[in-house]
């Protein structure tokens, strides 16, 4: 007797068959066909793997092109400043920042003075949080902007400098001046330096400023102020014996390219230079990823695959020999780097500036070499051409590797494509995996059948086998009565 449900199938018990073994040799030897398809699959998913490598030095190597590609790199000024007469370091006189505008040349600066922010002070109070007990306005002016404050019987020190902090100039813009308390008094300083951003008192008619020791029309001080703190200040410099007066610390406006900030008194000298530091690091990145990428595509190329391999790396060895879109971006990449290119500058070819092919093994490697020196003698002798020739081939390299890396849709005629050879080359290996995918389920399906079949066969002749043994029993005992009987 036989299960009808194949998964609990006992065979062979009325026949004495293992029908059941049978059939899952039969299967067995069956399903051998899709090994193939099995195995040619996971070919294409190592494949897949490797393209993804390949794709991901090339980014790595397309980032580093980012600095490569700007004029600025190239044309970056820096500002070397010495100390005259003294040993201290020339930053506590000046900093420069300087851009690629600014011009190669020698600055002869002495600071006279800094430009200061006007402050004043009110009288000391017991408590600042105590009644003031005055009543009335005032009006205090910095620059153009100017305000008039309202002096409530209840304001305190603390909240009078709180109405000065919000104050607003009759357009809305902030009064420009800091309130706050400092060892009981009220200070009032200006946010910006310079004279013309000084502290005036408009109007103090209800003598608010003045009980408040701040502001006095008797004071000798020509400004009325009681206790002047700081006066307002410009910015004084002499720059190659030129005198400058400016209302900041910080001017951009006396020498193209340049900012100084002055941040003390003092006489210094400054060289305003190339600075190549950005480039070479940028070129030495680059020249990196460059031979990364070039020893990963020479390992792939040639590798030979592994007899008999057992372990998924092993099996990845060799995938990729005599691979085209490998050769092929290997000769373009060399092509890059050692043709000419057309520029206006005097420099023609990057082995010009210091970058060329490793002489090793006749430079059958691709790998490049990079000669910081040379590159600096081109950078000092004219590094307008240099920004201009690097720019020039960084650009094409960018264009280049993104016609392998990118992946984006494009239009072509009616249809979409993929932008980017490696993700064009994946989507093509996926395909392929899908329709192998799709035989395999098929050729599934067709074999689930076929078992189904035979187990049903099998079954059927067990139920023809029992019912045949059941006659034969029947016959046996009708013999057996009849031989009873005639005995």
């Known amino acids: 007797m036989t299960m009808s449900n194949p998964l609990f199938q006992v065979t062979g018990l009325i026949s004495g068959i293992d029908w059941g073994t049978m059939i899952d040799k039969i299967m067995e030897r069956e399903r051998k066909i899709a090994d193939v398809w099995t195995s040619e699959k996971e070919k294409l998913e190592f494949r897949i793997d490797l393209y993804n490598e390949f794709s991901a030095n090339f980014k790595t190597l ?90 409530i019987e209840s304001d305190t020190l603390s909240s009078l400098a709180k109405k000065i902090n919000s104050a607003t100039a009759e357009e809305g813009s902030p009064l420009g001046i800091t309130a706050k308390i400092l060892d009981n008094r009220l200070i009032l300083t200006s946010n910006d330096t310079g004279e013309s951003n000084a502290i005036t008192v408009v109007n103090d008619d209800d003598g608010i400023l003045s009980a408040l020791e701040i502001w006095d029309n008797d004071n000798d001080n020509e400004e009325g102020f009681t206790n002047e703190i700081r006066a307002a200040q410009d910015a004084l410099f002499k720059i190659d014996g030129l005198e400058v007066q400016r209302s900041s610390n910080e001017i951009s406006d006396v020498v193209e390219g340049l900012t100084f900030k002055l941040n003390g008194v003092g006489h210094v000298v400054a060289d305003v230079v190339l600075d190549a530091e950005k480039a070479v690091n940028a070129i030495n990145d680059f ?99 240099v920004a201009s020739l690097m720019t020039t ?85 009708i013999v057996t009565q009849l031989s009873a009987v005639s005995g």
């Open 62 to 151: 397309r980032s580093t092109l980012t600095p490569l590609k700007l004029s600025s790199t190239y044309l970056a000024k820096t500002a070397e400043i010495a100390n005259i007469g003294s040993s201290l370091d020339p930053s506590s006189v000046l900093s420069i920042t300087a851009t690629a505008d600014a011009e190669i040349a020698r600055y002869d600066i002495e600071v006279l003075q800094l430009a200061q922010a006007h402050s004043v002070a009110s009288k000391k109070v017991d408590d600042p949080s105590a009644v003031l007990g005055l009543t009335g306005n005032f009006t205090i002016k910095v620059g153009t902007n100017g305000a008039t404050i309202e002096v």
């Open 287 to 385: 020249v990196e990823a460059y031979n990364a990428a070039i020893d990963w595509i020479n390992i792939r190329v040639s590798e030979k695959p592994i007899e008999d391999p057992t372990e998924d790396y092993q099996k990845r060895i060799g995938m990729l020999r005599g691979d085209p879109l490998l050769w092929q971006t290997k000769s373009r990449m060399r092509t890059l780097i050692s043709d000419p290119i057309a520029t206006e500058g005097a420099f023609k070819m990057l082995s010009q500036i210091g970058i060329t092919t490793e002489a090793a093994d006749y430079g059958k490697s691709g790998k490049l070499v990079f000669d910081a020196d040379k590159f600096m003698d081109a950078m000092i002798a004219n590094s307008e051409d």
């Open 393 to 477: 081939v960084t650009a094409k390299f960018d264009n280049f590797i993104g016609n392998i890396v990118d992946n984006v849709p494009i239009v072509v005629g009616s249809t979409t494509a993929t932008k980017g050879r490696v993700a064009s080359e994946i989507n093509h290996l996926n395909n392929r995996i899908t329709t192998i995918d799709k035989r395999i389920a098929d050729f599934e399906q067709r074999l689930a059948i076929k078992e189904k079949g035979l187990i049903e066969q099998y079954t059927q002749m067990e139920t023809v086998l029992a019912q045949l043994t059941q006659q034969a029993n029947w016959l046996a005992g």
